[in-house]
Antibody
Framework: EVQLVQSGAEVKKPGESLRISCKAS????????ISWVRQMPGKGLEWMGN????????KYSPSFQGHVTVSTDNSVTTAYLQWSSLKASDTAMYYC???????????????WGQGTLVTVSS | EIVMTQSPATLSVSPGGRATLSCRAS??????LAWFQQKPGQAPRLLIY???TRATGIPARFSGSGSGTEFTLTISSLQSEDFAVYYC??????????FGQGTKVEIK
């Protein structure tokens, strides 16, 4: 069974750094891209960026480029989303999602993690 | 960037009733359209891909139709567990994936 299990909720202060994780299992991790999606409180879904675990190639939405970094550790089949300096506006739920098409950035998000709530407040 | 517009924002339906949700794309996405269901406190769940193909385990009361710029998700006989927010998403013009703003299906 394909599973994406995300790390737990975080409470941080503005300016702090953070890395959240998405542990994948049940499929060939390096064969499928992983995307990250943001959902601000009471709002809709926004694609942030993604990564090809086979070579660590990344793509970012212009809205998030330079503010977040996506990476993987293939030895533990885990994807990461990190911030070097959080802002209050980063308060949101963050989801990882597995792409549907192997060896290709195309396709739709066929499986989602349960989400990680990030709260940034002074 | 392709803009996805869903209507209505909220749909009130009686249990056992029929719900028809619309999604419009700002330019053609052919059949590269997916629908997701999201319940409070849960992650989105894939319902439909390719505009009309149900994902694994999705009941037959969920059906999708359309192509190009106009799409519809129909729930034929609403069950209590179907009251949720529904999102459409295009994946032909990528990046980025773009989502509609959502339709909330509530109990009438």
């Amino acid at each position: 069974e394909v599973q994406l299990v995300q790390s737990g909720a975080e409470v941080k202060k503005p300016g702090e750094s953070l890395r959240i994780s998405c542990k994948a299992s049940g499929y060939s991790f390096t064969s499928y891209w992983i995307s990250w999606v943001r959902q601000m409180p009471g709002k809709g879904l926004e694609w942030m960026g993604n990564i090809d675990p086979s070579d660590s190639y990344t793509k970012y939405s212009p809205s998030f480029q330079g503010h977040v970094t996506v990476s993987t550790d293939n030895s533990v089949t885990t994807a990461y989303l990190q911030w070097s300096s959080l802002k209050a506006s980063d308060t949101a739920m963050y989801y990882c999602a597995k792409h549907s098409v192997p060896y290709d950035s195309a396709g739709y998000p066929e499986k989602w993690g349960q989400g990680t709530l990030v709260t940034v407040s002074s | 960037e392709i803009v996805m517009t869903q209507s209505p924002a909220t749909l009130s339906v009686s249990p056992g009733g029929r719900a028809t949700l619309s999604c419009r794309a700002s330019q053609s996405v052919r059949s590269s359209l997916a629908w997701f269901q999201q319940k409070p406190g849960q992650a989105p769940r894939l319902l439909i891909y390719g505009a009309s193909t149900r994902a694994t385990g999705i009941p037959a009361r969920f059906s999708g139709s359309g192509s190009g710029t106009e799409f519809t998700l129909t729930i034929s006989s609403l069950q209590s567990e179907d009251f949720a927010v529904y999102y459409c998403q295009q994946y032909i013009n990528w990046p980025p994936w773009t989502f509609g703003q959502g339709t909330k299906v509530e109990i009438k």
